[in-house]
């Protein structure tokens, strides 16, 4: 069946998908199917969002065991094919544009959402202003091809709003957008009006209680996500969204909520986190010696030029990267190198005190 493009415009279809979808269809043998968009996961419970209405729908077994031996998951904002039966069956997934995925505590990658435009960095000016946590989202999302725009919420009640918005400015690199508003107010929809054109699909991203469902309902103009009051002392929120759920804006993009992340291991390779921090690459083939470390070398073209913090976070982000590329083999003989190292460390403190 040939979709409704018109219809599934209102959910994000663009050209990248028609693609997906055309060269799925071509496939011998392929039966015909409709096309939907996952809107919400709980659990293993998906819902299908056609451009016009919402229905739940379980995942074919035969579909669960190929995604689990490429250790691939579902995700909100992925393009499925389903067939009706008695109710929906999720038969097929169409290769996405992007994916935001991380790590989850076993090392697993856990896909966040899918067939991303632009991810807004909700960071509140409150207490959970935190320069080197906004490093690991822009690297998850220039890692993956998906624009970042930086906005800082409750500019209203920060009273150093305009001070932390410069260092969040002199931190960023310059091609990055920043914006500082009351999530609450209409005015937060005028000054993101600009960026979210129609047929677009925005995500937002962020710590929990730093106003992504507040700025997901002033977006949409309705009181849909449900939002919490944040604890006075730390700013923390109380992981108030459970889930990641698709939602459409008047003017036509459609907006992703995320629940608060408490950590983002990411799931990057190195080339990835060296284009997340392009800034530091270029300026670092100004130094004098071609492997600077960009620490107390004579000749260094990128202390002083980028921010301290920046730097640690490129350099920590490396480190997580290389630990996490090496085999099961390569860990365990790291693991041994280190234990010598500490053992004859260790012997000559001894034989210090002797
Ligand atoms: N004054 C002010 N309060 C805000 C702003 N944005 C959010 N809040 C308040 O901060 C609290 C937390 O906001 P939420 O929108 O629930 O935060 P969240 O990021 O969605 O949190 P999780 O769903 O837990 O991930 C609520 O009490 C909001 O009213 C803002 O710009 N100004
Ligand atoms: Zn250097």
Known sequence: MYPSIEKLRAIGFDQHALQAFHLIQSEPGSSPLQLARISNIQRDRFMLHDGASEQPAQLRPALYHALQSRAETLAVGDWVLFSQQDHAWIENILPAKNRLSRRNTEGQKQALVANIDLALLVMGLDHDFNLRRLDRYLTLCIANDVTPLLVLSKADCSPQAAEKMAQARAHLPAHIGLLALDGRGDSAREALLPWLAAGQTVVLLGSSGAGKSTLTNTLISARVQDTGAVRMDDSRGRHTTTSRS?????????????????????????????????????????????????????????????????????????????????????????????????????????????
């Not at 080339?271 to 130094?287: E, V």
């Not at 600077?292 to 640690?312: F, M, N, T, Y």
């Not at 996490?324 to 004859?344: F, G």
């Open 246 to 354: 698709l939602h459409l804006c008047p003017n036509g993009a459609c907006i992703i909520d995320t629940p608060g992340l408490r950590t983002i291991s990411l799931d990057s390779d190195e080339a990835g986190i060296h284009a997340a921090f392009a800034d530091i690459t270029a300026q670092a083939a100004l130094c004098r010696f071609r492997d600077c470390q960009h620490q107390d070398e004579p000749g260094c073209a990128v202390r002083g030029q980028i921010s301290s913090d920046r730097l640690k976070s490129f350099h920590k982000l490396l480190r997580e990267q290389s630990r996490e590329s090496q085999t099961p083999l390569q860990k365990q003989a790291q693991l041994a190198k280190w234990k010598i190292i500490s053992k004859s460390a260790r012997n000559k403190r001894k034989s210090h005190i002797d």
